[in-house]
């Protein structure tokens, strides 16, 4: 197989053919200060400019040498556009909602012309950028958020998770259902607009949820946007999920993105011939807090047990320094 970095990802997402190394992604941000600086592209323009997004999301190909391009860095796009007030940060933080607009669980009113709000219109243009600068060559990957995390920016998440308390599953259950046509459209515009994946975040972990929540309130609605989505999806949710690896397999996606605190050989076991995964190099003891050598240890780890495209477990803190991203690349490049 020719080992360009788009043939690699495309390959590894559906366990196909390996070439002569692992590939590597980034289903979230990899976005830190030294590469803001290498690229001379900073938050948060790059949340709310096309070109700006699009030149800091190559960066990552060009100059750390990942094998995609990722130009979403915030989770606060669709709320912006359901009518969030959004701090957009700066270069030391990220984007974050400032209010929770259905706090009361009223009926959700999504714009008619959603996807033309500034919030979302960015990241379609940006993956139109990029669908010309490199399509074919790497791996373009878009972002959106799923409806139990877009309840979170819309209820906010300490009230919704006490509603799952109460029992409120009508309530709740009503909420994710309006919010699920929103995953699908903002998703399948992504593949319009030069997307060769989706990442679909959402983030019913195990330190918030138990498994028999997600198998009740979220497995139903995540077969549904699964059927209803135009392309390959990488699942991404956050934390301690190994209780419910399976119900993700279950639920349609091609791939899951797991953090640290799942171990990479139980995942392999359990569903990695059901599903490709995706991951799981730790964000704050070692591509953070770590050295190179650190990183190269667990992500040889990460190859022997047999993870399908090595990344970050999430988006990396911003201070993380770049020679342990590279050390990711060089650690993979070393091949099976």
């Known amino acids: 197989m020719k080992a360009t970095s788009y043939n690699l990802i495309m390959s590894a997402l559906y366990n196909g053919r390996k070439g002569d190394r692992p590939p590597v992604g980034n289903p979230t941000s990899i976005v830190c200060h030294e590469l803001m600086d290498a690229c001379g592209v900073s938050f948060p323009q790059a949340h709310q400019n096309p070109n700006a997004m699009a030149e800091l999301a190559l960066a990552g190909y060009e100059i750390i040498g990942f094998d995609t391009v990722m130009p979403e860095f915030s989770v606060t796009q669709e709320a912006a556009a359901l009518g969030c007030k959004v701090d957009w940060g700066d270069r030391d933080r990220m984007p974050d909602c400032k209010n929770f607009p259905y706090e009361n669980f009223t009926d959700i009113e999504v714009p008619e012309n959603i996807l033309e709000k500034p919030s979302m219109r960015v990241v379609l243009d940006s993956l139109s950028i990029l669908r010309r600068h490199v399509g ?80 009740e309130l979220l497995l139903p609605i995540h077969k549904e946007i699964t059927a209803e989505i135009s392309g390959p999806i990488i699942l991404h949710v956050c934390g301690q999920c190994t209780d419910r690896l399976e119900l993700f397999a279950e639920a349609g996606f091609d791939a899951y993105h797991f953090e640290w605190q799942v171990d990479a050989k139980v995942a392999v076991k359990k569903i990695g011939h059901m599903i490709s995964l995706v991951g799981n190099v730790n964000n704050p003891e070692v591509l953070y807090q770590g050295a190179p050598d650190d990183v190269y240890k667990q992500v040889r780890y990460g190859i022997e047990a047999g993870i399908n495209i090595l990344a970050p477990e999430c988006a990396i803190p911003l201070a993380t320094p770049m020679k342990n991203l590279k050390a990711i690349v060089s650690a993979a490049h070393e091949g099976y």
């Open 136 to 215: 074919g060559q790497a791996a373009i990957v878009g972002k959106v958020m799923g409806p139990w995390t877009l309840a979170y920016h819309m209820a906010g998440t300490q009230n919704f998770l006490l509603q799952i308390g109460l029992k409120e599953t009508a309530k709740i259950s009503r909420m994710l259902r309006q919010l699920m046509p929103v995953t699908i459209a903002f998703a399948n515009a992504q593949f319009q607009y030069g997307a060769d994946i989706v990442v679909l975040a959402d983030h019913a972990t195990g330190n918030l949820v138990g498994s028999y929540h997600y198998k």
